[in-house]
């Protein structure tokens, strides 16, 4: 079975430490493309180290991250953004002084090498101007699209999280606890929001919430003690004595 | 008139979008405000009794100080060493008139030139660097450049300042006089233009890319943004309108001394643009009007206590308009309006 899934993203006997503390020492962990992949594990288990080392915000020891089968450990994170991987982050990272507008026209400049055009004024770039309002509209916030994103409410900042990533039309979308802040109530909206949102794209998210995993996830991936210690679907997971273990120490 | 009617979704939408889409023109379009303050620069020139040198000081402060907006306002990146880019482009402009070359139109370009070479090097050698450490290094690069042409007696003439610098008349025609005239003139003209370029800069996507990294460099990075490069174009822009403004300061006073790129005058245009406001252009004219009225008035009063006062007017804006004069104007004539 496992013949047949295209393999987008990778990682290849990962080693990190931080100091002398070390986080993985010898990773290896592979994304189908299409998944809605979901990686768990414990507090402090580097979730959000993996997905960092992903994206190029840190670089390994040793090991390698692939993506379509070629190595992108050296890539810069730009270079890996410009190949495909986008993300969100856990804490709101948005451009706060900003209103959402002028964020995804941003993005979209950005997306589309636009973003070195020092002459002409952004009311010139129609087709980002364009498609900056329809993704907007996507995702519902053309309400407060001219409202500053500070003064946004906190679970249309977490949307805009998500629509600026998912604006540069990434083959892989790394969501770092999307529902972080958010009621469970939220939380399962946001989920079934971005189940929509996002058809189509291979998603790699992190999520505390059991609930929201086992519901949305197609695939859960464990991270445990420094190596993913099963990657299977959700009903295999839950009942995995390994998982069991880590989660309830039985 | 469109108006938007909610009992028609498909119209309502049409309408939010074109609402939408002519954010960025508003933007870009040019505010009555803005073209009665250049007509108001042009009609000084015509009051009685006016003070053409102190307005033309006023031009050269404010070009000085939008440049350091750019940096400072629109990407985030504070610098202590600012004069140092108006100096070079001041004592560029000062051996070129010295030696020979003495068209002020091409001696200005060319300071603007070497000026924003240097900004594209220091650029991307603090690209890296930030918060205090920048201010540091900033600094220390002002200050080696200020050391150096202090004791290079030989070359810059050290404290008695370049002697002999020869400008021509403007476009072979308009002679720099004493009354500061042509002078006057002549800094409108490049003050404006300059003021142009970073207009338009300011409103394009790369003004945008400035502002996203400012406001988050870590988001920017996650857009797949080349952020250093980025920052060596800002630097160099920067300086070069930095150089432009020591330009024009040799150029109308045919007189360029240390002072020029000493770290007084890169804390004074730093204090300029933070009582005038960032990230808006104007509050660096703004500012430099405010400055260089009270510095003019209050030196009058006391000639060796006027900073004194510059000092308490900073804590106070700095306290009472946290953002700076203009932005704390233009949200009071909101509110007006909004009544």
């Given at each position: 079975?496992?013949?047949?899934?295209?393999?987008?993203?990778?990682?290849r006997n990962?080693?990190?430490?931080?100091?002398?503390?070390?986080?993985?020492?010898n990773?290896?962990?592979?994304?189908?493309?299409?998944?809605?992949?979901?990686?768990?594990?414990?507090?402090?288990?580097?979730?959000?180290?993996?997905?960092?080392?992903?994206?190029?915000?840190?670089?390994?020891?040793?090991?390698?991250?692939?993506?379509?089968?070629?190595?992108?450990?050296?890539l810069?994170?730009?270079?890996?953004?410009?190949?495909?991987?986008?993300?969100?982050?856990?804490?709101?990272?948005?451009?706060?002084?900003?209103?959402?507008?002028?964020?995804?026209?941003?993005?979209?400049?950005?997306?589309?090498?636009?973003?070195?055009?020092?002459?002409?004024?952004?009311?010139r770039?129609?087709?980002?101007?364009?498609?900056?309002?329809?993704?907007?509209?996507r995702?519902?916030?053309?309400?407060?699209?001219?409202?500053?994103?500070?003064?946004?409410?906190?679970?249309?900042?977490?949307?805009?999280?998500?629509?600026?990533?998912?604006?540069?039309?990434?083959?892989?979308?790394?969501l770092?606890?999307p529902?972080?802040?958010?009621?469970?109530?939220?939380?399962?909206?946001?989920?079934?929001?971005?189940?929509?949102?996002?058809?189509?794209?291979?998603i790699?998210?992190?999520?505390?919430?059991?609930?929201?995993?086992?519901?949305?996830?197609?695939?859960?991936?464990?991270?445990?003690?420094?190596?993913?210690?099963?990657q299977d679907?959700?009903?295999?997971?839950?009942?995995?004595?390994?998982?069991?273990?880590?989660?309830?120490?039985? | 008139?469109?108006t938007?009617?909610?009992?028609?979704?498909a119209?309502?939408?049409?309408?939010?979008?074109?609402?939408?889409?002519?954010?960025?023109?508003?933007?870009?379009?040019?505010?009555?405000?803005?073209?009665?303050?250049?007509?108001?620069?042009?009609?000084?020139?015509?009051?009685?009794?006016?003070?053409?040198?102190?307005?033309?000081?006023?031009?050269?402060?404010?070009?000085?100080?939008?440049?350091?907006?750019?940096?400072?306002?629109?990407?985030?990146?504070?610098?202590?060493?600012?004069?140092?880019?108006?100096g070079?482009?001041?004592?560029?402009?000062?051996?070129?008139?010295?030696?020979?070359?003495?068209?002020?139109?091409?001696?200005?370009?060319?300071?603007?030139?070497?000026?924003?070479?240097?900004?594209?090097?220091?650029?991307?050698?603090?690209?890296?660097?930030?918060g205090?450490?920048?201010?540091m290094?900033?600094?220390?690069?002002?200050l080696?450049?200020?050391?150096?042409?202090?004791?290079?007696?030989?070359?810059?003439?050290?404290?008695?300042?370049?002697q002999?610098?020869?400008?021509?008349?403007?476009?072979?025609?308009?002679?720099?006089?004493?009354?500061?005239?042509?002078?006057?003139?002549?800094?409108?003209?490049?003050t404006?233009?300059?003021?142009?370029?970073?207009?338009?800069?300011?409103?394009?996507?790369?003004?945008?890319?400035?502002?996203?990294?400012?406001?988050?460099?870590?988001?920017?990075?996650?857009?797949?943004?080349p952020?250093?490069?980025?920052?060596?174009?800002?630097?160099?822009?920067?300086?070069?309108?930095?150089?432009a403004?020591?330009?024009?300061?040799?150029?109308?006073?045919?007189?360029?001394?240390?002072?020029?790129?000493?770290?007084?005058?890169?804390?004074d245009?730093?204090?300029?643009?933070?009582?005038?406001?960032?990230?808006?252009l104007?509050?660096?004219?703004?500012?430099?009007?405010?400055?260089?009225?009270?510095?003019?008035?209050?030196?009058?009063?006391?000639?060796?206590?006027?900073?004194?006062?510059?000092g308490?007017?900073?804590?106070?804006?700095?306290?009472?308009?946290?953002?700076?004069v203009?932005?704390t104007?233009?949200?009071?004539?909101?509110?007006?309006?909004a009544?």
């Amino acid at each position: 079975m496992n013949a047949a899934r295209d393999i987008v993203l990778a990682t290849r006997n990962l080693r990190m430490a931080f100091g002398g503390l070390a986080v993985f020492d010898n990773l290896n962990f592979e994304l189908g493309r299409g998944e809605r992949h979901a990686i768990i594990g414990p507090n402090g288990a580097g979730k959000t180290t993996f997905v960092s080392l992903v994206t190029g915000l840190l670089t390994p020891i040793s090991g390698d991250v692939e993506f379509n089968g070629a190595a992108i450990t050296r890539l810069s994170p730009q270079q890996r953004v410009k190949a495909g991987i986008a993300r969100t982050f856990q804490i709101n990272t948005l451009f706060r002084g900003l209103n959402p507008l002028e964020s995804m026209v941003l993005a979209l400049c950005e997306r589309d090498g636009r973003s070195g055009q020092a002459v002409t004024s952004v009311s010139r770039e129609k087709p980002q101007i364009d498609e900056a309002l329809a993704m907007l509209e996507r995702f519902g916030l053309q309400e407060g699209a001219l409202t500053l994103t500070d003064m946004l409410p906190y679970g249309q900042q977490r949307l805009l999280e998500v629509a600026l990533a998912l604006a540069l039309k990434p083959q892989v979308l790394l969501l770092d606890e999307p529902a972080a802040g958010l009621s469970t109530q939220q939380g399962h909206e946001l989920f079934s929001q971005l189940v929509e949102l996002t058809a189509g794209t291979t998603i790699l998210f992190i999520e505390h919430d059991m609930n929201l995993v086992f519901r949305y996830a197609e695939k859960v991936s464990v991270l445990a003690a420094g190596s993913m210690v099963v990657q299977d679907t959700p009903d295999n997971v839950r009942n995995h004595p390994r998982v069991r273990e880590v989660y309830l120490g039985v | 008139m469109t108006t938007l009617d909610t009992s028609a979704p498909a119209t309502g939408k049409e309408a939010a979008r074109a609402k939408f889409a002519g954010y960025f023109v508003g933007l870009s379009r040019w505010k009555i405000g803005e073209v009665l303050f250049w007509l108001a620069l042009v009609g000084a020139y015509f009051v009685p009794d006016m003070n053409i040198i102190l307005l033309g000081h006023i031009l050269i402060w404010g070009l000085f100080a939008m440049s350091l907006d750019l940096l400072l306002g629109y990407r985030g990146i504070p610098s202590l060493g600012h004069a140092g880019f108006f100096g070079i482009g001041a004592y560029a402009a000062g051996f070129l008139g010295k030696y020979g070359w003495t068209e002020p139109i091409s001696g200005l370009l060319f300071a603007m030139a070497i000026a924003g070479a240097v900004g594209l090097v220091t650029g991307r050698f603090v690209q890296r660097v930030h918060g205090v450490a920048l201010l540091m290094v900033t600094l220390s690069l002002n200050l080696i450049l200020y050391d150096a042409v202090h004791r290079a007696t030989d070359v810059t003439g050290g404290d008695d300042g370049l002697q002999g610098i020869v400008i021509d008349p403007v476009l072979g025609l308009f002679r720099f006089d004493i009354f500061g005239k042509t002078a006057y003139w002549y800094a409108l003209i490049v003050t404006f233009l300059l003021f142009l370029v970073a207009r338009a800069l300011v409103k394009s996507p790369f003004g945008l890319s400035l502002l996203g990294a400012r406001e988050n460099t870590r988001r920017m990075i996650m857009l797949g943004a080349p952020i250093e490069r980025d920052v060596s174009f800002v630097f160099a822009i920067s300086a070069a309108l930095a150089g432009a403004a020591g330009a024009l300061l040799t150029q109308t006073t045919q007189f360029v001394a240390p002072s020029a790129l000493s770290f007084d005058r890169s804390a004074d245009v730093l204090v300029i643009l933070i009582i005038g406001g960032t990230a808006r252009l104007y509050g660096a004219f703004i500012g430099a009007i405010i400055f260089l009225f009270m510095r003019d008035w209050l030196a009058a009063l006391s000639p060796v206590y006027w900073y004194f006062w510059i000092g308490l007017l900073l804590v106070i804006v700095v306290s009472f308009f946290r953002r700076g004069v203009l932005p704390t104007l233009e949200t009071l004539l909101q509110r007006l309006r909004a009544r």
